[in-house]
């Protein structure tokens, strides 16, 4: 086992042939010109300082700069990074970096930042992890789990319900379309969730609650 190579370490001229020859394939290149970027041409701590201020990490030096960073500044910056894509960047702002992830699949930037703000609308910081519920139950070894019901028991006083949660195929989307429409379409087709039982749950713990307080007053 071996850490990953420093950029600074990846800035010779035959990086990209050596990275060829040990089987990285197409990715030698977006490796060897992003080490020279980070290396050569950006601040010292300048990765790290797109972290989430939120979470815990390394020090930074003054030089990697003292605005905090946010979503958008950490997805922006590492857009700008030879073979990094949206996809990308949200992966890494999630898992290195700290930050919600949104979702979504293959759109253009205008759609896929839409998305993006709808999910962390509704989720804020854990976007993230929604998506990857969402993104696992999708997944075809998962695509049999999906449309059962199971009961939902052990609250005290509250009789056993049903809950069925169901994943509905994506929407293909084609031409042109309005920005909030196709936000809702793709909101709508990513999951279907019949919470009623959820609900009757959380309103009689709240209910029991309710008397209890009654009770000790």
């Known amino acids: 086992m071996h850490d990953f190579p420093t950029p600074e370490s990846l800035t010779g001229k035959n990086v990209e042939s050596h990275l060829r020859e040990l089987g990285f394939g ?15 041409q950006k601040p010292a701590s300048w990765l790290e300082s797109l972290r989430n201020p939120r ?25 700008s990074l030879t073979g990094v894509g949206p996809k990308v960047a949200d992966c890494i702002a999630q898992r290195d970096y700290k930050f919600g992830k949104s979702k979504a699949k293959t759109f253009n930037k205008a759609m896929y930042d839409a998305v993006g703000d709808h999910f962390r609308t509704i989720w804020g910081d854990y976007a993230g992890w929604a998506h990857s519920v969402l993104f696992t139950a999708d997944l075809r070894e998962f695509s049999n789990r999906t449309g059962k019901t199971q009961m939902v028991e052990g609250v005290e006083g509250v009789e056993p319900v049903q809950m069925k949660s169901e994943i509905q195929e994506e929407v293909v989307l084609s031409g042109p379309r309005k920005r909030q429409s196709a936000v809702d379409d793709i909101t709508r087709s990513n ?17 029991q609650k309710r008397r209890k307080t009654r009770g000790s007053s």
């Open 191 to 207: 999951a279907v969730v019949e919470n009623v039982g959820e609900r009757k749950i959380i309103e009689a713990i709240s209910s």
């Open 55 to 79: 979470h815990s990490g390394p020090r930074l030096s003054s030089s990697a700069g003292s605005s905090n960073p946010t979503y958008k500044g950490a997805h922006e910056a590492l857009l």
């Open 26 to 40: 197409y990715r030698a290149k977006y490796i060897a010109d992003t080490a020279r970027v980070v290396a050569l």
